[in-house]
């Protein structure tokens, strides 16, 4: 056996004092007190391997982020930002800049794309004829923040081919018409997803899963065909292309093509909305809220759920099932139970007490993105006044032993698994008050949640799939929105380095 990496003089978490860590062949094959492995003679046979001294940095497991719809996330790194908009006009004279500056405005014929906007929170809901003010002829099309509703101009419902009375599209009037944004030709996606992965990569990401609303395994077998290897991926199946994957027998974790890097993923289903689309299924109305609509939407309720999630379990497919409002968490669970499927709910974001206790009796995965309850915290005490104390209780899951990972849900939140950490740990963005301070969790829970199951302490075995960081986050005085990364690791070989 030949070393391929030395990594001398590291700081690893849960370990005393610094420690050299060897690699071979894509694998950790040692971890010893600094200085051992040289005293042992490093290398066996062939040539030297390389040495790469780390000076008391800090080396941890490759961060993963467990949510992430990648094209999307690739795509939004180059669509007009509207995040900022506080009101329809505020996000109208933000598309008038966009139209006038030649780095956004669109080509003839294409849509201006925005992103971000939360127009709960307003105090006037968007509607076509402020976007068309400023636009005119120029299709335009703005996203929500949290991919569950979109507001176009009329001649941007004309290029989606969609006839609406408002223009604020919601749930399934999006949902169907939303792959006509995504509808470029495979060799830009491509290199917009490449780029997107060494940007992630420069962050220590080593894997995504990728729950891209697409046929995934044709997706993902092509890039691999064109020499993917920026990250490992977890390709999730929607209910409509999930025919293909059960006909080929592939069960989760099977490799969809050669190297292991991309695997197949979860069985994806929606079964609500969102809360800033107030479609989020509550047992509780929302704030003045009237009408059948009033607590929410269920967009797959439990008579198909149940036997969509059967299917995929007795293929071998986990399942992830979107739930954010504490009913469609009940009824996640419900199905969880009916069918013994494995898996996760994604997003439980608002959630019962004893509902807690079931997703550790269960043993079903809590798959939640941090850094979107400092995005809705402003609007959940508004509409879901007296019940945010139960908005993402990280604290109380880890209590009752539930296992807790985190993503992003790119491109909802940022595709940067620090800033999911840093949400978990203080409860608090831009200077502001802990949001129920109760729910912190430590560094080393929130860490663990974002590393795949790999030790923090690292082990002889175990992927090189590695972060070197130019700061300690259990440091107090680490900023852990910042933390700098030094280089990324995967299966070995460097895909971020500044060493």
């Excluded at 949510?67 to 008038?96: E, G, I, N």
């Excluded at 929500?144 to 609406?164: C, K």
């Excluded at 490992?232 to 994957?245: P, S």
Aim: proline residues 7%; glycine residues 10%.
């Amino acid at each position: 056996m030949t070393v391929s990496l030395l990594l001398t003089g590291a700081h690893v978490i849960g370990r005393d004092g610094l420690v050299d860590v060897r690699v071979d062949d894509g694998a950790v094959t040692a971890v010893v007190p600094s200085g051992a492995l040289a005293t042992r003679g490093a290398a066996t046979e062939g040539a030297a391997p390389e040495h790469v001294a780390l000076d008391g940095r800090t080396l941890v497991p490759g961060l993963w982020d467990q949510h992430t719809h990648l094209t999307q996330w690739a795509m939004v790194r180059r669509r007009l930002d509207v995040s900022a908009a506080t009101s329809p006009q505020h996000a109208a004279a933000l598309v008038r800049d966009g139209l006038a500056d030649p780095a956004t405005a669109p080509a003839p014929g294409q849509p201006l794309v925005g992103f971000g906007f939360r127009w709960a929170a307003w105090a006037q809901a968007p509607t076509a004829d402020v976007l068309d003010a400023v636009a005119g002829d120029v299709p335009v099309v703005l996203v929500s923040g949290d991919l569950h509703s979109a507001w176009a101009s009329t001649a941007g419902l004309r290029f989606l081919g969609v006839e609406h009375p408002t223009g604020l599209l919601r749930e399934e009037e999006w949902m169907p018409a939303s792959p006509r944004l995504v509808a470029l030709p495979d060799d830009v996606t491509d290199a917009l997803v490449a780029d997107a992965a060494r940007a992630a990569a420069a962050r220590g990401v080593v894997g995504v899963v990728d729950l891209e609303v697409a046929d995934n395994l044709t997706v993902w077998r092509r890039r691999l065909a064109r020499g993917w290897d920026g990250l490992r991926v977890r390709a999730g199946v929607w209910e409509q292309h999930l025919d293909a994957v059960l006909g080929e027998g592939l069960r989760t974790g099977d490799p969809l093509g050669p190297g292991g890097l991309v695997t197949q993923g979860p069985l994806k289903v929606i079964s609500d909305g969102s809360l800033n689309t107030r479609t989020a299924c509550c047992f509780d109305p929302y704030a003045d809220a009237t009408g059948a609509d009033a607590r929410g939407v269920l967009n797959v309720a439990p008579e198909r759920l149940v036997p969509l999630m059967a299917r995929g379990h007795a293929a071998g497919l986990r399942c992830a099932i979107h739930a954010i409002g504490d009913r469609a968490n009940a009824l996640a669970l419900d199905a969880f139970a009916a069918t013994g499927a494995r898996g996760s709910v994604e997003h439980a974001q608002l959630l019962r007490w004893q509902d807690v206790e079931r997703f550790a009796a269960l043993g079903v995965v809590a798959s939640v993105q941090p850094e979107h309850a400092m995005d809705d915290r402003d609007v959940a005490d508004r509409l879901w006044a007296g019940r945010t104390d139960r908005n993402m209780p990280l604290a109380t899951m880890l209590d009752a032993g539930v296992q807790l990972v985190f993503g992003s849900d790119a491109p909802v939140a940022p595709l940067d698994p620090w800033q999911a950490v840093a949400a978990a740990v203080t409860r608090s963005r831009d200077g502001r008050a802990p949001w129920h301070p109760e729910q912190r969790i430590g560094v080393v829970p929130a860490l663990e949640a974002s590393v795949d199951g790999a030790p923090l302490a690292l082990a002889a075995g175990m992927p090189a799939d590695l972060a070197v960081l130019d700061a300690d986050p259990l440091d107090p005085a680490t900023d852990l929105r910042a933390v700098p990364v030094a280089g990324t690791l995967l299966a070995g070989r460097w895909t971020h380095r500044e060493l």
